[in-house]
């Protein structure tokens, strides 16, 4: 064995958006009972996809986590950074991330790859670090 060299697999899913999915006993609760951590990202062009981001935050936090035990990473990332003309509240963003204790916001964009692994790579290794079954 080679001492300092570890390797983790982290499996990342991706839950529909709609809000079908959403209601309790649906099909998210199965990813949140599972979890270790949650990204919810929003369209940075559309003030909609905030709002309804706030409502899959809540429900990841009430729903993810045992009552006794910390609670589990929650990324947000605001998608479609690369857009030009786009104008949103950065300061409501930060400050949604204060109030619920967030582990931060990052602007991405998946059309040129923008902050997306380093966004990613936040989550994971929050995950990994806040969790001593991990030991990667």
């Known amino acids: ?21 959403r209601r309790p006993g649906g099909l998210t609760a199965v990813y949140y009972r599972h979890s270790h951590g949650a990204m919810v990202t929003t369209d940075l062009a559309r003030r909609q996809t905030f709002l309804a981001a706030q409502a899959w935050v809540a429900d990841y936090l009430a729903s993810s986590d045992p009552p006794d035990s910390q609670p589990h990473p929650v990324l947000l990332v605001g998608n479609k950074a690369d857009l030009q003309n786009i104008t949103f509240n950065r300061e409501e963003y930060n400050a949604f991330v204060e109030e619920h204790n967030l582990l931060g916001f990052f602007e991405v964009s998946a059309r040129d790859n923008t902050n997306v692994s380093v966004a990613m790579r936040s989550l994971v290794d929050s995950v990994l670090g806040s969790n001593p079954v991990f030991q990667c």
């Open 1 to 21: 064995m080679v001492e300092g060299i570890f390797w983790c697999v982290v499996q990342v899913w991706d839950v529909p958006g709609n809000e079908r999915f």
